[in-house]
């Protein structure tokens, strides 16, 4: 296959970029996404350029380092698919496409197509830890955990922290991937009793971090390649309501705890 | 740790305000739509639904009060909305291409804003005065306010009858979204609730479409009897 790419090339954090096209030729339809832009970097290499720098790690689709926008749509057109697990078999020959990084006031870019999304890890911080007694090993079963938890915390726990929720998103909000991290913990009996302190203090981290305000369009689930519905965002929005009225977060504020 | 922002300044604060006032904003365009429907019953039953509100006096100032106060809650909310949403990318994409949002949810201020205007002009209408000036402050037989004359004689004029149909179609988007999303926004999971979020938005709106747009235009086409207007 031989393809135009329009990649965004950007020198360092806060300089501005541009587009920059590049003739590929010599595509195979079963390399992935990320195999064609190494022949894209082999290349410029070769012509002594400086390569095009992407995030990558896994390659098959869990440590949610890869990121790009491709065509307009993060994680590029296939449902439920990390770039770096999309084939060159979804495009056809002779097309053009767009690469641009994640773009959120959130997500500095550092370098071309890679961003810093340290601001999720800080959200994630802002949660805090469950409460468990360290020390000798707990009794199996001493906690029981209803099977209807369990599950809906796994699906909640499938969230890789890509942050294709918030490329994808008009408002660049990243309710989806903060929503996934509260029902993870919130949702089982060992995070409980942290849950009103735990959703309080991760909202306010998000909105500390600069994302946007959630306005319900659910182009994050559209492009979140493990599927976390949107159902989360009700919860958490829910519980949110309920923490923030709640008497005992008044009066943890006032002793300034929380 | 410090508290930057009053929970209810923060994103899920603004938009629960905004869905609150939403939702109150639309319990009252039913209400109104279900008075306004009674053109349809005669000019009798009409000026005396009229003179019902008229004669509660003190209680009607409250309730004017009480929705340019959620009126003004809903748009301010927007705004700041708007503002964070604008802030949180400040780049934009060179290719964006929506894969499920609608262009109703896309256009929320714009419908909004819309809606708004018409709100300023529908007062100046049919309330003050201002609009159409020679068709309002009659009295029928009984000496209350022709309200039935004004309307009828008011819509008469295709361009005023325009301006009220466009305006209700831009109503039907922002609440074909606008209600779905309120219910996301205030954490409604219930399976059995879940049609809230779904198709509900677009019916309540058809509803409020089909009852609003349906007075001035059968009022256009001459199919409400005028009487004395
Ligand atoms: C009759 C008047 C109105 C009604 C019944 C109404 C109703 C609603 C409802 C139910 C929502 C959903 C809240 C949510 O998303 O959670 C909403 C959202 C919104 N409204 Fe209104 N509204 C009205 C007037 C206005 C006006 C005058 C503006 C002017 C700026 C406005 C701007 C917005 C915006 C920007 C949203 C957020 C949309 C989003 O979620 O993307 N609305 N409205
Ligand atoms: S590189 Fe690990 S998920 Fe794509």
Excluded at chain 2, 129 to 139: I, K, R, S
Aim: proline share 5%.
């Amino acid at each position: 296959m031989n393809l135009t790419l329009h990649v965004w090339r950007q020198e360092g954090p806060g300089v501005p970029g541009r587009m920059e096209r590049h003739e590929v030729a010599g595509v195979s339809p079963d390399m992935s996404f990320l195999e064609m832009m190494d022949l894209v970097n082999e290349r410029l290499v070769r012509e002594g350029k400086e390569p095009v720098a992407f995030e990558h790690d896994c390659r098959e689709g869990i440590c949610g380092c890869c990121s790009m926008v491709v065509n307009g749509a993060a994680h590029g057109p296939k449902k439920a698919t990390t770039v770096c697990q999309l084939h060159m078999r979804t495009f056809k020959d002779g097309d053009t496409i767009t690469v641009e990084p994640w773009r959120a006031a959130a997500f500095p870019v550092v370098r071309d197509l890679v961003v810093d999304r340290s601001a999720l890890d800080r959200v994630i911080a802002a949660g805090g830890f469950v409460s468990v007694n360290t020390g000798s090993a707990p009794d199996g079963n001493a906690i029981p955990v209803p099977k209807e938890a369990a599950d809906v915390s796994m699906d909640a726990a499938a969230c890789i922290g890509c942050g294709a929720c918030v490329a994808a998103c008009p408002n660049a909000s990243a309710m989806l991937f903060t929503a996934a991290k509260v029902a993870h913990l919130n949702r089982l009996p060992q995070g409980v009793p942290e849950a009103a302190r735990r959703v309080r203090a991760m909202v306010e981290q998000m909105d500390a971090e600069g994302f946007g305000a959630c306005t319900n369009h659910y182009e994050c689930m559209e492009a979140c390649p493990k599927e976390i519905p949107v159902r989360f965002i009700a919860e958490m929005n829910r519980a949110w309501t309920k923490a923030s009225l709640s008497a005992e977060s008044a009066a943890a504020d006032k002793a300034g705890f929380g | 740790m410090s508290r930057k922002r009053p929970p209810l300044l923060s994103t899920i604060g603004t938009k629960t305000t905004m869905a609150v006032t939403g939702l109150l904003l639309l319990g009252f365009v039913l209400v109104h739509m279900l008075g306004n429907l009674q053109v349809y019953a005669g000019r009798e039953k009409l000026n005396a639904y009229a003179k019902l509100l008229q004669d509660a006096g003190g209680v009607l100032w409250v309730a004017r009060g009480g929705l340019l106060a959620v009126f003004v809650l809903h748009v301010v909310s927007a705004f700041r909305v708007a503002a964070m949403n604008k802030a949180a990318r400040p780049v934009p994409y060179v290719s964006a291409v929506p894969q499920v949002t609608s262009t109703a949810a896309r256009t929320m201020l714009l419908s909004g804003l819309v809606v708004a205007a018409f709100v300023v002009y529908h007062v100046l209408h049919f309330t003050l005065g201002v609009v159409d000036a020679g068709n309002h402050g009659h009295l029928d037989a009984k000496g209350r306010h022709d309200v039935y004359g004004m309307v009828v004689a008011g819509f008469r004029q295709w361009p005023i009858a325009l301006s009220y149909v466009v305006a209700q179609v831009l109503l039907f988007f922002h609440l074909a979204h606008g209600v779905s999303s309120a219910f996301q926004t205030l954490g409604v999971t219930h399976p059995r609730l879940a049609f809230l979020k779904g198709r509900f938005g677009t019916v309540v709106a058809g509803v409020v479409l089909v009852g609003n747009v349906s007075i001035p235009l059968t009022i256009l086409l001459g199919l409400v009897p005028c009487g004395a207007c």
